[in-house]
């Protein structure tokens, strides 16, 4: 039995570092992505660079005339991160991107919401870069608008370095979200945050505990209420003389308050 339990945990912990070893061993979550994690994956900035070559090369065709190349889906696509459309909301949000600057500094980034109208295009961004000097966190908002038939452009630098890193900007009837002379690649999407719908759950949860507790102690006020009443009602049928009501009006007005709070404690002493 102890032999099986502890080839099922080296299993278990086998396949475990597998996948780590596949996703870079360090990308599980936003916040454990550092320098040395992203060097490990550089190769994928290489990449990103053949395929720009590529994309340089159509805008050269289609600038030049070629049949088959349109001019506007290669601008869009030049030095481009992604498009915000309203159907890839969802997609984009939550999702992580690694960038490596000309200067060589390495960082992370981060889209954690997207809102889209008429004439404005907004997008909030979290980003971390790697200086010498140490990480430079950032909490960014690139918002473009619509003004008087023109639409401006939202530069933004990630690290404590003068260039622009990033840009969102206007193309083709678009809002893109594009390079500034950056290496880049999409690392993954990561599932939408639990905790939110959880704390949502529990406050309604609460809510409604709330108001069950404010019901019952309602409830119960009123059948006391009624109760007493009845009760009341039952022992002045049954002592209707007139004789007996008190004529000092003390005595009259303070009986009912002694009658209902202090008799039932003092019956229950006596029972006992």
């Known amino acids: 039995m102890f032999?099986?339990?502890?080839?099922?945990?080296?299993?278990?912990?086998?396949m475990y570092n597998l996948a780590m070893a596949q996703d870079g061993g360090c990308t599980q979550t936003f916040e454990s992505i550092d320098a040395s994690c992203i060097q490990s994956l550089s190769a994928n900035f290489d990449k990103y660079q053949e395929k720009e070559k590529r994309r340089l090369e159509y805008l050269e065709n289609a600038k030049a005339g070629k049949k088959g190349y349109k001019l506007p889906v290669a601008q869009i696509q030049?030095?481009?991160?992604?498009i915000l459309k309203k159907d890839d909301i969802e997609k984009l949000q939550n999702t992580i991107?690694?960038?490596?600057t000309k200067n060589g500094i390495l960082g992370k980034l981060l889209v954690k919401k997207i809102l889209l109208a008429k004439n404005q295009c907004t997008?909030?961004?979290?980003?971390?870069?790697?200086?010498r000097g140490g990480r430079v966190d950032k909490m960014i908002t690139f918002m473009i608008e619509n003004r008087s038939s023109s639409w401006n452009a939202d530069r933004a630098t990630l690290g404590n370095n003068t260039g622009s890193n990033f840009i969102l900007r206007r193309v083709a009837g678009n809002c893109v979200f594009k390079t500034l002379g950056t290496d880049f690649f999409k690392l993954k999407t990561l599932e939408a945050p639990a905790e939110e719908e959880g704390d949502t759950l529990l406050l309604y949860a609460g809510y409604f505990l709330i108001g069950l507790a404010l019901f019952l102690i309602a409830r119960t006020v009123f059948q006391?209420?009624?109760?007493?009443?009845?009760?009341?009602?039952?022992e002045d049928v049954e002592g209707s003389d007139k004789q007996n009501e008190p004529t000092d009006i003390v005595l009259k007005y303070s009986r009912p308050f002694f009658k209902r709070y202090f008799s039932p404690v003092v019956q229950g002493m006596k029972n006992k």
Not at 78 to 82: E, G, R, W
Not at 123 to 131: G, K, N, P, T
């Open 78 to 82: 030049k030095d481009l991160v992604f």
């Open 3 to 14: 032999q099986k339990l502890l080839f099922t945990i080296t299993v278990s912990l086998f």
């Open 97 to 100: 991107f690694l960038y490596r």
């Open 224 to 234: 006391d209420e009624d109760r007493y009443k009845a009760q009341e009602k039952l």
């Open 123 to 131: 997008m909030l961004v979290q980003s971390s870069a790697y200086e």
